[in-house]
């Protein structure tokens, strides 16, 4: 599928697990809380517990995400003061080799409880999409004029390129365990890079 790339990147998939575990404890007043904001967009009251903890952003940066937490400093959707909170931890690894390839600009956790649903959606930019933990039951859906792909993308370390601003896609947990997933907004290609189109 030329929408998703796996890309030559391995991550060690038990230091993710762990950073994001650290992330989720230490980082508490960074959680944005989405489950009833997207219950009312919706009108879909199965919904489990959505959050998403944003991690990094750089100045300048268009976002699409509902953000309330004025930390960050967004005005208008754009990102008025960079901020990175991946540093000291695993992710700040990932984010410098991830790095060698593509200017990074917002760096996003999700996490998915059972029965949660991340809407259907189109982002402002292309993403390296990192599964930190999934089950056979989170399913990344990916809307191609009259098709749909479902994919269960691998929890095991790997990045895949992801072109989230030209398709709709969602993701979906029906399973009964938590989802964690990690999502990179690529705002520009360094020479050398890989590409969807290669």
Known sequence: ???????????????????????FSEYEDLFE?????????????????LNMVFLMGVKGVNTQAKITNTKFHIEDGVFVKSFDN???????????????????GRITIYKLGPNALLPTHIDAY???????TTNPNCI???FKED???????????TANLFNAAAVSHRVTNNGNDISYRMTFDIINYKPGAITLDQ
């Open 126 to 132: 292309e993403k390296v999409l990192i599964p930190i």
């Open 86 to 104: 991946t540093i000291g931890t695993y992710f700040e690894n990932v984010a410098k080799e991830l790095s060698t390839m593509y200017d990074i």
């Open 33 to 49: 809380e989405y489950s009833d904001y997207l219950k009312e967009q919706t009108q879909d009251e199965y919904l489990g517990s």
């Open 1 to 23: 599928m030329k929408d998703i790339k796996l890309l030559p990147f391995q991550f060690d998939a038990s230091k993710l697990i762990e950073a994001c575990n650290f992330v």
């Open 140 to 142: 990344t859906s990916v």
């Open 147 to 157: 098709e749909t792909i479902d994919l269960n993308l691998p929890a095991n370390g």
